[in-house]
């Protein structure tokens, strides 16, 4: 039965970093390419004027994504701004007054994650029934603040009509890495520890903490992208296939493979801090926030025993990129007498920012000798011209389609890999800005690696 489509979007955080990267440029495309066409008004605490939000939208739109002159005076004439503190009453009574007439609103919660119980709270005194609450990611600050947000936000709000984001599911190369295993049925023979050596996963980005230290000096790099965004490409990418049809039939499948991963401890693990990540401003001095993190992973299942699984995320590394990089095992014997270099048979598929899937494979070098050479088969190669990953989720989330939301056992599950390494002792290790962090990375993967480093991107023809 199709569901009533919400009548207004409140956006809390309506000045921080993610408003100005990402979501005035969904909201610009839902108004250009969705017709979208009630109030949408910002929340935060800055002190700014309408005016102002709306010239931060501009500027928004100019840096990221690009302004459709016609789509923006429509998204500035449904532009509201409320400027209130989330911990003052009298900010969801002002809120109701902007929402006018609307009655089914979704609320999302683009705000430092220790505020979420206390605004789903303002809300719950809104009145009405049929509201919707997207929350972002990370959802909890640990395992056991994720079931207390889960109870106060069931509280308010029921399950149907609770959205945890993870814009990652919305991206789609990560939709692709599904679609592309289980649409082929070349690679399910393949696709387990009888062919696959080994994993990695490697989320690089180019530049530091910017402007976000109070955010992520709260944060680091587990709870900000490892936790979240690492386990779900994880999940894509060795889950089982669905069985079924019903939004849950994928939500089911990832849920089983994240309980199956084995808890993380600090043998698995290696935390890095940038130099200079101290004297970021909202940086407490002395901090021992990690802005980086390779692990090491197994899942204990039938399919993946015993095959280990590398993931690395971290700032200011020499570049942005994100890149899957799955080996392939060696034939059982080398028939042709040759020294063949590790990873030489893979499937490497690229995220972002430009998007890839290649094979890689061993062929004969044209001449009299059996002598090869490593050749990668590019499968498909597109620049990101869809649709971004936020403008799909924000979409879904106002005609309540939650298939690409996360689940609470999803959330609770990938907590608990995680739970061991939130508070280890050890301070991070001190890495250079522009390399590809701490040296002892390199022990952790041993005789599986080397690390695989994506290159930069191809430049657009
Ligand atoms: N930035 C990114 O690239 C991404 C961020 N996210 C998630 O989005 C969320 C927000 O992150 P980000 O935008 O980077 O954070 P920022 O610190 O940049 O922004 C926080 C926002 O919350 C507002 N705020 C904080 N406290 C209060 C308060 N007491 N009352 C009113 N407003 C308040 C701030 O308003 P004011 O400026 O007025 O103080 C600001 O608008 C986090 O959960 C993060 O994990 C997810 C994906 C990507
Ligand atoms: O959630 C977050 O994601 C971004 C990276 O997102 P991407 O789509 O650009 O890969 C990261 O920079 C940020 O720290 C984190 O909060």
Redesign the pocket.
Same mark, same amino acid.
Request: overall charge negative; cysteine-free; proline content about 8%.
């Given at each position: 039965m199709p569901r009533p489509v919400s009548d207004a979007l409140v956006f809390?955080?309506?000045?921080?970093?993610? /408003?100005?990267?990402?979501i005035f440029p969904a909201l610009h495309g839902l108004v250009r390419d969705e017709g979208l066409d009630v109030p949408i008004i910002g929340? /935060?605490? /800055?002190?700014?004027s309408l005016d102002q939000l709306t010239a931060r939208a501009r500027d928004s739109l100019s840096s990221h994504g690009g302004l459709d002159i016609k789509s923006f005076s429509k998204l500035a004439r449904l532009l509201r701004y409320v400027?209130?503190?989330?911990?003052d009453p009298s900010?969801y009574v002002r809120l109701r007054q902007e929402l006018g007439e609307a009655k089914r609103p979704l609320h999302y919660?683009?705000?430092?994650?220790s505020?979420f119980g206390t605004v789903a709270e303002g809300l719950s005194k809104l009145g009405g029934t049929g509201a919707r609450l997207v929350v972002?990611?990370?959802f909890g600050h640990d395992r056991e603040s994720a079931h207390q947000l889960d109870r106060i936000l069931n509280r308010f709000f029921p399950e149907e009509n609770i959205f945890r984001i993870d814009?990652y599911l919305g991206k789609e190369p990560v939709q692709n890495i599904l679609y592309t295993r289980f649409s082929n049925a070349m690679f399910e023979p393949i696709w387990n520890r009888v062919y696959i050596n080994s994993i990695q996963i490697t989320m690089a980005e180019g530049f530091g903490i910017e402007?976000?230290g109070?955010?992520y000096d709260e944060?680091g790099a587990i709870r900000?992208v490892f936790q979240n965004h690492m386990l779900q490409v994880l999940a894509s990418l060795t889950m089982d296939p669905p069985t079924g049809e019903d939004c849950d039939a994928i939500r089911d499948q990832k849920a089983a493979l994240l309980k199956a991963v084995r808890p993380l401890n600090d043998a698995h693990i290696v935390r890095g801090q940038y130099s200079g990540y101290q004297s970021a401003p909202g940086v407490k001095s002395g901090s021992a926030i990690e802005t980086f993190v390779a692990a090491k992973l197994f899942i204990d299942s039938w399919r993946w025993a015993d095959v280990p699984i590398y993931i690395r995320a971290g700032k200011a590394l020499p570049l942005t990129a994100m890149e899957i990089m799955v080996d392939f095992k060696r034939p059982p014997r080398e028939s042709f007498a040759e020294v063949v270099a590790p990873a030489s048979g893979h499937l490497r598929i690229r995220i972002g920012p430009d998007v890839a899937i290649a094979l890689g494979l061993r062929v004969k070098r044209p001449g009299e000798r059996m002598e090869g050479q490593d050749l990668e088969l590019i499968l498909t190669e597109q620049e990101s011209t869809s649709m971004p990953p936020y403008q799909r989720l924000l979409g879904d989330a106002m005609h309540g389609v939650g298939d690409l939301f996360g689940r609470q056992d999803i959330v609770d599950a990938q907590w608990r890999i995680v739970e061991a390494v939130l508070n280890l002792e050890a301070p991070p290790i001190a890495y250079a800005q522009g390399s590809w962090g701490p040296d002892e990375t390199n022990q952790l993967i041993g005789t599986d690696g080397p690390w695989h480093n994506p290159k930069p991107a191809l430049p657009c023809p």
């Open positions: 809390f955080g309506a000045t921080g970093d993610l /408003a100005y990267k990402q929340v /935060a605490k /800055a002190g700014w400027d209130s503190d989330y911990n900010t919660l683009a705000i430092p994650p505020l972002e990611k990370p814009h402007d976000r109070k955010f944060t900000d």
